[in-house]
């Protein structure tokens, strides 16, 4: 610790200045200088001359000749000379030894040498537990240093240990610290004995560190290398003992075992001879040689191929509908696809293996279904994720010239299930991209395509496999990512949203069983009632799937758990719609949403998004103005469009409407879509802007829990617009009870759950008139 206390007109002296240009220099450290500029052979012979002590301070830059004042640090060592001796070139070699820390506080650049006016330092010799720890850690990491650099005698260590006062020995410590220049200035400069002695250890311990790594590396090195030159060595041993005993052509060991599992393979002919070709080359290599060991890895692949091993499909149809039915609640459409596919193959065993893309909202069970269509086939099941796949390499494979170069894929987990018939599952195949390195979805064209894939072509193989027996399941969120050409291979099985029941039905079968059991619950101990399942539905979750209805059960789950430890419960637990709020806190969402209540200038459109549908809120207000339209809640140009349409529509059928005709001319209209930050577009909610616009024009609210969706003309039509079961699922689920559907969508109601059907009124409309007099009582 520094002594805070005002200095002495003894404590200030000017001293002759020796600057440093690559050296500091400790208090009681004896360290030969060699000296020969001319300013600095002053300053010594100053020095001695005056019988002054010799200050030591070191340069910022050491390239310097003639530092200026901004180019020497400011703390420095007064030191006193020993001895000096001129040498034959005009230099002096000095040894000096440092008497203590002085401060500058000026410099005074003189003809011949620099000078300066210093202030003694003093430090403090601290003696608590604090400081007495750091020294024996500091001597500790010191003595593991000279063992393991073996630059500095043990004789130091001895000597050092003699040591009593903390101060002498942290200067005496930073005499051998081998580090730079910089970091030595730290140290002189840091008064404080304590931060001094941690400065010292850190140092210390990281040069340890750097010594032992060095250490292990040297060592791994030689033995790296001993052993491969005795490997070798002995290599070539065998082989002229094989030659002289005239075996050869029995071949080693490894040699034998390589053609055996040639043989084994069962590949195709074509396949065989490539083998034959490569294993003689293999045969010929020196056996340390790096390309015998790709051959040998090839090899090893073309082996490993199940060229000909497959399973037995079960073609007991009531079996398979059983599986289905036990692992997934609905999903009736894509069941009755694989059904299809086994009757066929069981009236024709040659047939190929279907290519299905299965699309639809997150969480609606797409990824699970393939493993339960594989239980009912009984094959087996493989499943590659290929969101953020860039790279074509990663379908085909890379050729064998780069090194470490492997098989795409494809090829991979062929190898990886051991058959050549088993369900191959192509997760999120909407999120692959294309960059500089190719489009991975030109690469898997060849694979999905049942005309091409019997011969496939890996890069890596560079032989044909045959993956026409494969099944193929492709799940997507978006259609309309996936590219055209590769949408075109694939048989699209669209999957929709949940309705409330079907929700139901799957927690009460799958997710309560499988959430109790996750949190070590016996069976029994959560009874769900249906009206705390269906608050937890439609209170506590707004998804097309179940992921976050299932996360509710579990937190449900992990809740009752708790208290079934902390208060060693042992009855059942019975969660109803009053107990789930205690557990869960206040739901997220209202009963009844509210866009289901009237309210001038707005009405209810019906959106379908890639998780499901929703419903929006399209909002008109008027003001005056000279007929300017505002559109804001980040719509999209189709959008834009629509509204611009029902505006027009409006302004062209204003008498027929009982508007002023001229009603445009002194007001201003601003359409707006909530939540605005979410991105909106397509032309099917024109009939939804039109009556928002009407209702703003007349002051007249709509209809209550009334929603409609439907594409707008100039001419007063209303045309077909998509995605009308999740709409309407969404709807249903805002508690809308009262729809308007374009009278061509009359074809798309079957698809609807019959109990969500029966729960809403469905108005059809074929042009303007018939939607506005529905939406108006």
């Not at 081998?178 to 400065?199: A, F, N, Y």
């Not at 499901?612 to 005056?624: F, H, P």
Request: aromatic letters at 4%.
């Amino acid at each position: 610790m520094a002594r805070k206390k005002k200095a002495r007109e003894s404590d200030i002296v000017r001293l002759p200045v020796l600057p440093l240009k690559d050296a500091v220099v400790f208090p009681h450290m004896v360290v030969p200088l060699l000296v020969g500029r001319p300013g600095s052979l002053a300053a010594m012979d100053e020095s001695i001359a005056t019988d002054l002590p010799l200050f030591l301070v070191t340069q910022r830059d050491a390239s310097l000749e003639e530092p200026g004042e901004d180019d020497l640090h400011t703390m420095g060592m007064a030191s006193t000379i020993l001895h000096t001796l001129r040498m034959p070139d005009g230099t002096t070699k000095v040894v000096v030894e440092g008497l203590g820390r002085g401060r500058v506080r000026r410099f005074i650049f003189g003809d011949e040498m620099i000078e300066a006016i210093v202030e003694r330092v003093d430090t403090v010799n601290v003696q608590d537990d604090a400081a007495r720890g750091l020294v024996r850690t500091a001597l500790a990491q010191f003595e593991q240093y000279v063992r393991l650099s073996q630059r500095v005698a043990p004789e130091i260590v001895t000597m050092l240990q003699g040591i009593t006062e903390q101060d002498v020995l942290a200067d005496s410590l930073c005499a051998y610290l081998p580090v730079p220049v910089r970091e030595r200035q730290e140290i002189l400069e840091e008064l404080d004995l304590v931060k001094r002695l941690e400065r010292i250890t850190e140092l210390l311990m990281r040069e340890n560190e750097l010594m032992e790594i060095e250490q292990n590396v040297r060592e791994r090195v030689r033995e790296q290398m001993e052993r491969g030159q005795r490997e070798h060595y002995l290599h070539e041993q065998l082989k002229v003992i094989h030659q002289e005993l005239g075996n050869r052509e029995e071949g080693l060991d490894e040699f034998s075992e390589m053609r055996e599992m040639i043989r084994k393979a069962k590949m195709p002919k074509e396949v065989m001879e490539k083998a034959n070709r490569e294993f003689a080359r293999y045969e010929r290599m020196p056996m340390m040689s790096p390309e015998g060991a790709v051959i040998r890895n090839y090899l090893e692949w073309l082996c490993d191929m199940p060229w000909r091993k497959r399973t037995k499909d079960a073609i007991d149809l009531k079996q398979a509908r059983t599986v289905l039915d036990e692992d997934h609640y609905g999903l009736d459409k894509v069941k009755e696809r694989i059904l299809e596919f086994l009757a066929v193959r069981k009236l024709r065993k040659d047939a190929k293996g279907p290519i299905l893309c299965l699309v639809g909202p997150p969480g609606v069970g797409k990824t699970s279904l393939g493993q339960s269509v594989a239980r009912a086939m009984k094959r087996k099941f493989v499943r590659v994720s290929l969101g953020g796949v860039r790279d074509e390499a990663e379908i085909r494979g890379h050729r064998r010239t780069y090194i470490g170069a492997l098989p795409g894929r494809i090829v991979q987990n062929i190898k990886k299930v051991g058959v050549r018939n088993p369900l191959f599952m192509l997760d999120e195949i909407d999120k692959m991209n294309a960059d500089f390195r190719g489009d991975p979805s030109s690469a898997l064209l060849e694979v999905l395509d049942p005309a091409q894939n019997k011969a496939f072509s890996d890069h890596f193989l560079e032989v044909d496999f045959d993956l026409s027996e494969v099944f193929f399941v492709a799940t997507a969120n978006h259609e309309s990512n996936i590219p055209h050409a590769l949408h075109d291979r694939m048989e699209i099985v669209r999957l929709s949203g949940y309705t409330i029941r079907e929700k139901e039905q799957i927690a009460q079968l799958f997710l309560v069983p499988r959430q109790t059991e996750a949190c070590g619950l016996e069976k029994g101990d959560v009874v769900l009632t249906d009206d705390g399942l269906d608050t937890l539905i439609q209170r506590y979750t707004r998804e097309a799937g179940v992921r976050e209805l299932e996360r509710q059960i579990a937190n449900v789950c992990r809740k009752i758990a708790r208290r079934k430890v902390e208060e060693d419960l042992q009855e059942p637990v019975r969660v109803d719609a009053t107990l789930v709020p205690d557990l869960l806190g206040p739901p997220p969402f209202s009963g009844v949403r509210s866009e289901a209540e009237a309210r001038v200038g707005v009405s209810i459109g019906m959106a379908w998004t890639s998780v499901g549908g929703d419903v929006l809120n399209i909002e008109t207000s008027i003001m005056r103005g000279k007929g300017k339209l505002t559109l804001t809640g980040q719509l999209g140009d189709v959008m834009k469009e629509s509204a611009e349409a029902a505006y027009t529509y409006l302004r062209a059928n204003a008498e027929a409407l009982g508007l002023p005709v001229d009603f445009h001319k002194e007001s201003d209209f601003h359409v707006h879509v909530p939540e605005g930050a979410v991105p909106k577009d397509g032309p099917s909610a024109g009939v939804a802007i039109l009556v928002s616009m009407l209702s703003a024009l007349t002051g007249k609210a709509p209809r209550p829990s009334l929603s409609m969706t439907g594409e707008v003309t100039l001419r007063g039509r209303v045309l077909p617009v998509g995605g009308i079961k999740e709409k309407v699922l969404a709807a249903h689920r805002a508690g809308i009870r009262n729809i308007l559907l374009p009278k061509e969508n009359e074809k798309d109601l079957p698809e609807i759950p019959e109990e969500v059907r029966d729960d809403i009124q469905f108005t059809l409309i074929a042009d303007t008139s018939e939607a506005l007099a529905a939406a108006f009582e």
